[in-house]
């Protein structure tokens, strides 16, 4: 079958950035803040991807022991969501009793207005509804076509960022990728209420407790907690996510077993009015792909704070594998802090393309740190800049001069590694 289809409209612009989420939004004010003429394309409605479309609204972590080392337009976000009410600054300390009381709840509606905004003042043209469907490396640029609400757009650009969580504008080149034998579970996050959590409820809980009316892996215990805490922990396999067939499986499965166990709660004497009163737009996928960068960051430099000759960024979060039963932690030593090098956001193919957020290069057990939103943001940033430099000095995204993309992230606030700690 051959098929011809038509483009509806041609745009040309300095940097694309496709994947409007944690670390797109920064990947696009940061190329724009620094000249660029910048096109971001997001397939969802909101800014924001997994922060806001699927309520994972609580980032981590722009501290380490006691000091901020994210910083830039990222923390500018934060800000300006907390001067409009939408999230209260956590206590710092040099040793929080626990890593996450030192994210910070943001509320998506103020979050995702403030990424409007800050896209908008940036210049960045932002185009929602939009799905990238094509991508190639050209002589000094990159072509993709976009699928929006009104027809296929094809895009020229001189550098494209891959922001989509799940490498998807790599893969649609044909770079190589990496892929966990088995990827994390995913999350549908939800609100329940309709009841009063009590200790007599909770006793009709563990004593109607049937396990073949449930997911397999949920326990009497596990539903108390759902109760007390007004929230379903709907964790579901996820194979594939970064294709349409795996997404909507996904999406089912999330949605089947959530209403398993509502269904069985509600039999329950005093839960009959519980109702799920919300729903995150999409379930939260911790994991898919990853590109093969110029350098692959192992769990054990990460959790050693390994210090690279081009460490563009911090990190920290402990190792957080979540694995069939329970998380796998590793923390680090007092005083020791992650870093990225800017070589984990080269795909080793590229030319004109760098990565940036959850897909940057990573093994397993590291990425499953480097994924926390904080570092999302800073990898953002770090692509946006390095964009910029690329075009100033006219040279592919392997062969800038270290120097500028600290200079530049530097200007728009970013905190570069070597310099703060
Ligand atoms: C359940 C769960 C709990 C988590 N808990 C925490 C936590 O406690 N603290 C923390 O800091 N982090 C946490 N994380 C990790 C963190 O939320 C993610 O790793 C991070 O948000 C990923 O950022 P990203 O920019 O790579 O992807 P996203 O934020 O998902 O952004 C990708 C964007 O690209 C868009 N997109 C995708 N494909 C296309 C396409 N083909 N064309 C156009 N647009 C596209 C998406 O719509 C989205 O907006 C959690 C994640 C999950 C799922």
Same mark, same amino acid.
């Given at each position: 079958?051959?098929? =011809?289809?038509?483009?509806?409209?041609?745009?040309?612009?300095?940097?694309?950035?496709? $994947?409007? !989420?944690?670390?797109?939004?920064?990947?696009?004010?940061?190329?724009?803040?620094?000249?660029?003429?910048?096109?971001?394309?997001?397939?969802?409605?909101?800014? %924001?991807? =997994?922060?806001?479309?699927?309520?994972?609204?609580?980032?981590? @972590?722009?501290?380490?022991? $006691?000091?901020?080392?994210?910083?830039?337009?990222?923390?500018?976000?934060?800000?300006?969501?907390?001067? @409009? $009410?939408?999230?209260?600054?956590?206590?710092?300390?040099?040793?929080?009793?626990?890593?996450?009381?030192?994210?910070?709840?943001?509320?998506?509606?103020?979050?995702?207005?403030?990424?409007?905004?800050?896209?908008?003042?940036?210049?960045?043209?932002?185009?929602?509804?939009?799905?990238?469907?094509?991508?190639? /490396?050209?002589?000094?640029?990159?072509?993709?076509?976009?699928?929006?609400?009104? !027809?296929?757009?094809?895009?020229?650009?001189?550098?494209?960022?891959?922001?989509?969580?799940?490498?998807?504008?790599?893969?649609?080149? %044909?770079?190589?990728?990496?892929?966990?034998?088995?990827?994390?579970?995913?999350?549908?996050?939800?609100?329940?209420?309709?009841?009063?959590?009590?200790?007599?409820?909770?006793?009709?809980?563990?004593?109607?407790?049937?396990?073949?009316?449930?997911?397999?892996?949920?326990?009497?215990?596990?539903?108390?907690?759902?109760?007390?805490?007004?929230?379903?922990?709907?964790?579901?396999?996820?194979?594939?996510?970064?294709?349409?067939?795996?997404?909507?499986?996904?999406?089912?499965?999330?949605?089947?077993?959530?209403?398993?166990?509502?269904?069985? @709660?509600?039999?329950? /004497?005093?839960?009959?009015? @519980? =109702?799920?009163?919300?729903?995150?737009?999409?379930?939260?996928?911790?994991?898919?792909?990853?590109?093969?960068?110029?350098?692959?960051?192992?769990?054990?430099?990460?959790?050693?704070?390994?210090?690279?000759?081009?460490?563009?960024?911090?990190?920290?979060?402990?190792?957080?594998?979540?694995? /069939?039963? $329970?998380? /796998?932690?590793?923390? *680090?030593?007092?005083?020791?802090?992650?870093?990225?090098?800017?070589?984990?956001?080269?795909?080793?193919?590229? *030319?004109?393309?760098?990565?940036?957020?959850?897909?940057?290069?990573?093994?397993?057990?590291?990425?499953?740190?480097?994924?926390?939103?904080?570092?999302?943001?800073? =990898? !953002?940033?770090?692509?946006?800049?390095?964009?910029?430099?690329?075009?100033?000095? !006219?040279?592919?995204?392997?062969?800038?001069?270290?120097?500028?993309?600290?200079?530049?992230?530097?200007?728009?606030?970013?905190?570069?590694?070597?310099?703060?700690?």
């Amino acid at each position: 079958m051959h098929f =011809t289809c038509e483009i509806s409209k041609q745009m040309t612009a300095d940097v694309v950035v496709v $994947g409007g !989420g944690t670390a797109g939004v920064f990947a696009a004010i940061s190329a724009a803040k620094s000249g660029c003429k910048t096109v971001l394309i997001e397939k969802n409605s909101m800014l %924001g991807g =997994t922060m806001t479309a699927a309520g994972v609204n609580f980032p981590g @972590l722009f501290f380490a022991w $006691g000091k901020q080392i994210i910083s830039g337009p990222c923390w500018e976000s934060i800000e300006r969501t907390v001067a @409009l $009410g939408g999230a209260t600054l956590p206590h710092i300390s040099f040793h929080p009793k626990h890593h996450w009381h030192e994210q910070i709840k943001l509320n998506p509606f103020v979050y995702t207005t403030v990424l409007f905004q800050m896209c908008e003042e940036a210049g960045v043209h932002v185009i929602c509804n939009a799905m990238i469907s094509y991508a190639s /490396e050209e002589q000094n640029g990159v072509r993709c076509v976009v699928t929006t609400k009104d !027809g296929l757009v094809a895009i020229r650009a001189s550098v494209a960022i891959d922001a989509t969580g799940d490498a998807t504008l790599c893969q649609l080149v %044909g770079f190589d990728m990496l892929k966990s034998q088995t990827q994390q579970p995913a999350t549908l996050q939800n609100h329940i209420s309709g009841y009063v959590a009590h200790e007599e409820i909770f006793e009709r809980v563990k004593q109607s407790f049937a396990p073949t009316k449930l997911p397999s892996h949920i326990t009497a215990d596990d539903l108390i907690g759902y109760l007390k805490r007004n929230k379903i922990n709907m964790h579901v396999a996820c194979v594939d996510a970064d294709t349409a067939e795996g997404r909507t499986q996904l999406e089912k499965n999330a949605l089947y077993e959530m209403m398993k166990v509502v269904c069985f @709660l509600k039999e329950i /004497e005093g839960l009959e009015k @519980l =109702t799920v009163d919300s729903i995150a737009l999409e379930t939260g996928v911790r994991e898919t792909k990853r590109i093969v960068g110029k350098h692959i960051v192992t769990a054990e430099e990460y959790i050693n704070g390994y210090t690279y000759p081009d460490s563009v960024c911090y990190a920290f979060y402990p190792i957080d594998l979540h694995v /069939e039963k $329970g998380i /796998e932690q590793r923390f *680090h030593e007092e005083n020791v802090v992650s870093k990225v090098p800017y070589r984990a956001l080269i795909p080793q193919k590229s *030319h004109r393309i760098l990565c940036a957020g959850r897909c940057v290069s990573s093994d397993t057990y590291a990425n499953s740190a480097l994924r926390v939103e904080a570092v999302c943001m800073a =990898t !953002g940033q770090v692509s946006g800049a390095a964009a910029s430099v690329m075009i100033r000095e !006219g040279v592919d995204a392997a062969d800038i001069t270290y120097q500028a993309l600290c200079t530049t992230l530097h200007s728009m606030g970013a905190i570069v590694p070597n310099e703060v700690l």
